[in-house]
């Protein structure tokens, strides 16, 4: 299968900072990445679309101005969680498309952002 | 909205036993359902995908059913080994005009035991 690389695997940040979480399609085309947010034995919840050149689309609920998605490259994603909260602290995966193969084909997920707030 | 169910939340077994994990869909209008597989503090690994068109599908001891009409789908464990262990989630594909998304169920907490 396709590899999406995610970084950093485990970041701590202290409270009011900004973190940025990278996601990247290595060998394929990815024109839509999806943003996840995971809590303990919890399922995911999306937060976000994002089509390649386009404004990410945020699930209802989400606050676009504290989740910051880019979508500048067709191999790039980035999440920016800003002015980071305790309550942020949270699982964080990304999963990458490239919806030109077809609807049938499957997502491709990265290895997840383990991101503490203190 | 479509929502998922999984069905056992946890589940402990012995090495070598043969198991099943269930996972329900209330809207029948998929694309396809994908099981995987979440190691702790991990991604997610893609382990079956079946097609809404197809019934099931298989790689080595995995099998993997699909009934839409009832919005049920199984995954078979053969001869289970510790290094089974782990979160299994299932996903299903909703047909969207805009672009599909996956919607997920809470998972199963396998632990194989030896």
């Known amino acids: 299968g396709a590899v999406v690389s995610q970084h950093p695997s485990r970041v701590i940040c202290k409270s009011g900072t900004s973190v940025k979480i990278e996601c990247r399609s290595l060998d394929f085309q990815a024109t839509t990445m999806f943003w996840y947010r995971q809590f303990p034995k919890k399922s995911l919840m999306l937060m976000a679309t994002?089509?390649?050149?386009?404004?990410?689309?945020?699930e209802q609920g989400v606050e676009k101005d504290k989740f910051l998605i880019n979508h500048a490259s067709l191999t790039l994603s980035t999440l920016t969680v800003t002015s980071a909260h305790p309550e942020d602290s949270s699982f964080y995966i990304c999963s990458a498309r490239d919806f030109r193969q077809g609807t049938t084909t499957e997502a491709f997920f990265g290895q997840g952002t383990r991101l503490t707030v203190v | 909205k479509q929502e998922v169910t999984q069905i056992p939340a946890a589940l402990s077994v012995p090495e070598g036993e043969n198991l099943v994990l269930n996972c329900s869909f209330t809207?029948?209008?998929?694309?396809?359902l994908q099981w995987f597989r979440q190691d702790p503090g991990k991604g997610l690994t893609s382990l079956l995908l079946i097609q809404s068109s197809q019934r099931e599908q298989t790689s080595g001891r995995l099998n993997a059913s699909l009934d839409k009409s009832s919005g049920r789908s199984t995954l078979y464990i053969a001869a289970s080994q510790p290094g089974d262990s782990a979160t299994y989630l299932c996903a299903v594909k909703v047909r969207e005009t805009s672009g599909s998304r996956l919607t997920f169920g809470e998972g199963t907490q396998l632990t194989v035991n030896p």
């Open positions: 809207d029948s209008a998929i694309y396809n």
């Open positions: 994002s089509n390649e050149g386009s404004k990410a689309t945020y």
